[in-house]
């Protein structure tokens, strides 16, 4: 049980990256006012939080209407984490943790963005999405390793709340050294897992005997 709440923890840590949406967090609302910026954050984390739950619970089942077997989620799981934590290494932008240059800019331009880029995909991006499928896929069969899951899907939302609402903090404490040092060794880890999820699903499929 304690594997699998770290694993969780790192997995999800990683692939929502708490200190990036801070920093996006506080330059997109630098002109917002204390209450709203409260706000918009709450909102933004409750949406995001109900994002990752619904495919938590659900995303097997739709995974598996649409004839996808556990070893494909895997594999494929695997390869878009490992792809991310590359980025994290290197300290590159990815699209699957983070806004695009279209979007940031098309989020400037809004006045509320609690929904978009906030709740998605800042917060629930599509690599928060396939890990919270992924982990709950490889708990399959054990309810309790699967309330972990959930667990740590709710704890890393509410780490990612109190880093936006004290993200001028955390920057000027981390700054930018700091937090790309934190990226990277989040990055190595979730690295080595994406690899060991893709040698968990070959070996599942039985590509290899």
């Not at 709740?119 to 890990?131: D, E, K, V």
């Amino acid at each position: 049980m304690l594997e699998t709440a770290m694993i969780a923890l790192a997995t999800l840590f990683a692939t929502v990256g708490p200190v990036d949406v801070a920093a996006v967090f506080a330059a997109l609302t630098a002109t917002t006012p204390p209450k709203e910026r409260y706000r918009i954050a709450l909102r933004g984390t409750l949406v995001a939080t109900g994002i990752l739950v619904f495919f938590a619970l659900l995303g097997e089942l739709l995974l598996a209407g649409l004839g996808i077997s556990l070893a494909a989620l895997r594999t494929s799981g695997g390869i878009l984490l490992l792809l991310i934590g590359i980025d994290m290494v290197f300290a590159r932008p990815s699209g699957a943790t983070s806004t695009t240059l279209q979007e940031t800019r098309e989020a400037r331009k809004r006045q509320d963005i609690a929904i978009f880029p906030l709740a998605t995909p800042l917060l629930a991006g599509p690599g928060a999405m396939g890990s919270t499928i992924l982990l709950m896929a490889n708990a399959e069969g054990n309810v309790v390793e699967q309330m972990i899951v959930l667990a740590a899907v709710l704890g890393i939302m509410v780490v990612a709340l109190l880093a936006m609402l004290t993200a001028s903090q955390i920057h000027r404490f981390l700054g930018v050294t700091g937090t790309q040092v934190i990226g990277r060794v989040f990055g190595i880890l979730l690295s080595a897992l994406a690899v060991q999820f893709i040698f968990d699903g070959v070996t599942q499929s039985g590509l290899i005997g």
